[in-house]
């Protein structure tokens, strides 16, 4: 698994607004739109594209066009929705599937409560969305889930993460090739397996429930 910080003075700026108490849900939703496009400007450098022949005003050319199949994104119920805009600005031409899973609170296992996705991934670059890697459980359990379905090659978009996320996330994803993107590595998970110092509760303070 390769993980990379992006590091960018937007991004850290933007970063910072974010995990402000007061930033208003309105503010979290431009600024998560604003930082998953600094981010998967970054996350698609691997994409595959294809030469192609066009016309310009002037003369023609070989120019160069994403490559069929298109890409796939994956934002994780509920709180990855909150990231797809900023992703399908950056990639307009992708196919967007869902995955819902919630993590329980009190075992901290893993269930999948609803899946929207073609039933073949075969050949197909699936970018993963999500907003916090904390303990590593839903986002592992969602990879596992799309390599079953023969993705090619996984890409996964988080704001934060923990250190034992990561790690946890290694142990699990085995030998499987994924790419994970970040805007920082936290300091580490509370007793509640909440980020420190994190910025809450992504979904709560995406639509507007945060207390």
Do not use: W
């Not at 450098?45 to 023609?60: C, K, L, M, R, W």
């Not at 090659?153 to 142990?171: D, S």
Request: glycine share 8%.
């Amino acid at each position: 698994m390769r993980v990379q910080v992006v590091e960018h003075p937007l991004i850290s700026h933007k970063l910072t607004q974010l995990r402000r108490v007061e930033t208003a849900s309105n503010q979290f939703r431009e600024l998560t739109r604003e930082l998953v496009m600094l981010l998967s400007y970054e996350a698609s450098g691997s994409i595959a594209t294809e030469p192609v022949e066009i016309q310009t005003p002037v003369a023609t050319m070989t120019g160069t066009q994403l490559a069929d199949p298109k890409p796939l994104v994956v934002p994780i119920l509920r709180a990855g929705l909150g990231m797809l805009d900023g992703m399908t600005a950056m990639v307009p031409t992708a196919e967007v599937g869902f995955l819902g899973m919630a993590r329980n609170e009190e075992t901290l296992d893993i269930i999948t409560y609803a899946e929207r996705l073609p039933d073949d991934l075969t050949g197909r670059h699936v970018f993963v969305l999500d907003p916090m890697l904390a303990t590593g459980g839903t986002l592992a359990e969602a990879i596992r889930f799309l390599k079953k379905a023969n993705a090619a090659k996984i890409t996964c978009i988080c704001l934060l993460a923990a250190p034992e996320g990561i790690e946890r996330l290694r142990e699990k994803v085995g030998d499987i090739e994924v790419e994970l993107y970040l805007a920082a590595i936290d300091e580490k998970l509370n007793e509640k397996s909440y980020i420190v110092p994190g910025l809450g509760d992504a979904g709560d303070r995406l639509y507007g429930l945060a207390q």
